[in-house]
């Protein structure tokens, strides 16, 4: 299982950003997914998370209403809208896939990882 975010810039305040995470060797139908993200010097936090079905989201309580997660998986992608950006969201953005449709903010219980995109905000 291969995945790989993408589409991570530079964006001032109040923008907004599309990251995708695309998917290789996998079905990703058979996979909940989700995004997580590190800022320098902080643990890795939860942002957001769909089940394989798509019919449920997860959101951390501090990207609720500003993020939007969907996944198309006849592309095999993963994405993640991103509106009103604010500089607190500026970060490497990861995303995760899981066997169990676990849509948790655990991320030592997501089996697959992608390399990052960073996402820089600026005031």
């Known amino acids: 299982v291969q995945l790989q975010a993408y589409g991570g810039g530079l964006v001032q305040a109040g923008g907004s950003l599309r990251l995708s995470c695309a998917a290789s060797g996998v079905i990703i139908s058979k996979y909940s997914m989700g995004w997580f993200r590190q800022a320098p010097g902080k643990e890795r936090e939860f942002v957001s998370a769909m089940t394989l079905s798509g019919t449920s989201t997860n959101y951390a309580a501090s990207v609720k209403g500003r993020f939007t997660i969907s996944r198309d998986n006849a592309k095999t992608t993963l994405y993640l809208q991103m509106n009103s950006l604010k500089p607190e969201d500026t970060a490497v953005y990861y995303c995760?896939?899981?066997?169990?449709?676990?849509?948790?903010?655990?991320?030592?219980?997501?089996?697959?990882w992608g390399q990052g995109t960073l996402v820089t905000v600026s005031s």
């Open positions: 995760a896939a899981d066997t169990t449709n676990y849509i948790g903010s655990y991320p030592k219980l997501y089996d697959y």
